[in-house]
């Protein structure tokens, strides 16, 4: 009995044929996705797996590595500068105030939370960082961990001084035990919702042993105890280094700069060796005389050696002796031998590598390297254009959190002990929280590579009605109302000592002068004496419109002065 097979509807049997098919990775026969075949798990599952040695490999690497302590010297100037400055602002028209109250409290916020900020006795729990300085030590601890770890305990040092303080800990105190049973994931206990409500921390006994304590996330009032802060991905608790995905490279570049800097001194010493062109012993028979070779006679290779030998000690082969001409021993030749090494691809090899580290710590290649060589006005300015939203990202996500959990702890306690005026008091501040603890947090502008271009474009732009100067300020990192209160003093103090306005009127209009206006060449002399023969020619116009004539409307006197001209002529 045959087997049954399929046919067509003309009564034909149906061939398997094999038909092209629409899949990803083209059903992974390709020779470079064959063995990749990554597992794929839960974000959290990934950085749980790999944080540990992530944070030690970029530790290490910054510490011992001059170019990546670098990187993150570069990146801390970038994102915080020497610091993000406080700028209050409390949303007035949510909270029911008038505007003028409004700039009062907010510059009355502003002015106690600076004298705060600068005393490390007062923000610092170990006493030793201005606010200030914690901003920095905090995005460096970002780029070493991937988190950022501190507390906020409440300890009075001096009569009259704060409650509030800032401890920052390392993110490795973070227990790394899981309990999913309990909602505890590295360390972090969740709710239903992966909200934190806890973390265990270990700290260090009084008898050196450490212990795993947990602290709640926040007290019942809102308050944060801790503050863990990083980069979040979804579903999981914890950040990992930035640095992360460059270790190897970080490696590659230490390997390649030892290899080349070994293969630079290999190349300073050379090898010298003597080679013998007669192949073999039947070769060395040539040396025998006819009647030792017809006798049967062999070649003594001591006898030979010792020929040879002889020959070079009266010759005297020296390779230290310069500018002198050696004899070889026949069928003797002599080599040298020196170290083989691509160094020529070295600096293009490196570039790349340290474009890559580079991008992944958000900095341009020339920021990184002080590299310049190659840099044109255009390139940096487009290569800051695409830095710089991702220096303003971190310093968004990562530093300003960090700040304003900070500022809204210490105005909390400010407000609750009465220092700072809040109409409702501290009830009332709870409950419009949001509104009244709405701040900015500036820091240092964008690098420009021509700052008169730059200053043009603002300047063109708000004649344009595009920007505010608030904006403008803020690009500086400057808060525009200090800015004007600052221009004001400046100008009264100048008035008050009878010098002239040092600052010029915005809305004040320059003389334009029209092609025609401007006079011809012989008016375009650089010889302060130069007057015009003719006052009556084109070069008087032109001195009228310079003396002030086509700035202003022309008054009684202007009128007179040009008809007492027009009469000469």
């Known amino acids: 009995m045959k087997a049954p097979m399929l046919i067509d509807t003309s009564g034909r049997p149906l061939i398997n044929q094999s038909k092209p098919q629409s899949a990803y990775f083209r059903q992974n026969k390709s020779p470079f996705l064959s063995t990749w075949k990554p597992v794929l798990r839960e974000g959290s599952d990934d950085v749980r797996a790999g944080w540990q040695l992530a944070a030690a490999r970029a530790i290490d690497a910054i510490q011992n590595n001059g170019f990546m302590s670098g990187i993150v010297d570069a990146s801390a100037a970038s994102v915080v500068g020497q610091g993000l400055q406080l700028a209050s602002r409390p949303d007035g028209e949510a909270l029911g ?149 460059v270790l190897k490279v970080c490696q590659q570049v230490d390997q390649l700069a030892d290899a080349t800097i070994a293969a630079a001194l290999l190349q300073t010493m050379f090898a010298a060796t003597i080679q013998n062109q007669t192949s073999g012993l039947a070769g060395f028979s040539g040396l025998l005389t006819e009647e030792e070779q017809a006798g049967g006679k062999t070649l003594d290779m001591d006898v030979f050696m010792d020929a040879q030998n002889a020959w070079y000690d009266s010759n005297g082969l020296n390779l230290n002796t310069h500018g002198r001409i050696a004899h070889l021993f026949p069928n003797d030749k002599l080599e040298f031998h020196e170290a083989k090494h691509p160094s020529e691809n070295y600096d293009n090899f490196a570039g790349w590598l340290m474009r890559e580290i580079a991008r992944c710590a958000g900095l341009t290649y020339e920021e990184a390297t002080m590299d310049f060589r190659s840099a044109t006005y255009s390139s940096v300015r487009m290569g800051t254009a695409q830095i710089w939203p991702i220096v303003l990202n971190r310093r968004t996500n990562i530093v300003n959190p960090f700040s304003q959990a900070g500022f809204e702890a210490w105005l909390e306690e400010k407000i609750g002990e009465g220092r700072i005026p809040f109409p409702g008091g501290l009830e009332a501040f709870f409950r419009n929280k949001a509104a009244a603890c709405g701040a900015w947090w500036n820091g240092p502008a964008a690098p420009q590579a021509d700052d008169l271009k730059t200053a043009r474009a603002h300047q063109t732009l708000k004649d344009m009605g595009a920007t505010t100067l608030e904006a403008v300020s803020a690009s500086y990192g400057r808060d525009w109302r200090d800015d004007m209160k600052q221009r004001a003093r400046e100008r009264d103090f100048a008035l008050k000592l009878g010098l002239p306005d040092p600052h010029a009127d915005p809305l004040e209009k320059k003389a334009e002068f029209s092609r025609a206006e401007q006079g011809d060449d012989a008016d375009k002399s650089d010889d302060p004496s130069f007057a015009p023969d003719n006052p009556g020619s084109k070069r008087s116009r032109s001195a009228l419109n310079l003396m002030g004539y086509g700035r202003r409307k022309p008054d009684a006197a202007d009128l007179e002065f040009e008809a007492e001209w027009a009469k000469e002529d």
Not at 101 to 130: C, H, L, Q, S
Not at 172 to 186: C, F, G, K
Not at 209 to 232: C, M, Q, T, W
Request: hydrophobic fraction near 40%; include cysteine; charge should be positive.
């Open 97 to 245: 105030w008038s505007e003028t109250y409004k700039e009062e409290w907010a510059a009355k916020v502003e002015r106690e939370f600076r004298a705060w900020a600068n005393v490390p006795m007062e923000v610092d729990g170990g006493a030793r960082m201005t606010f200030y300085q914690m901003q920095i030590a905090a995005y460096k601890c970002w780029m070493f961990y991937g988190e950022i770890l501190a507390m906020l305990p409440m300890r009075r040092r001096q009569a009259g001084g704060s409650l509030t303080k800032i401890l920052l800990l390392p993110p490795s105190r973070i227990a790394d035990e899981t309990e999913e049973y309990n909602r505890l994931v590295h360390g972090v206990r969740m709710d239903d919702l992966g909200a934190p409500i806890a973390y265990r921390i270990r700290q260090k006994s009084q008898f050196g042993y450490e212990v795993s304590k947990e602290f709640r996330a926040r007290d019942r009032d809102g308050r944060p105890n801790v503050l863990h802060i990083f980069d979040p991905s979804i579903a999981s608790p914890r950040g990992i280094s930035p640095l992360a995905p």
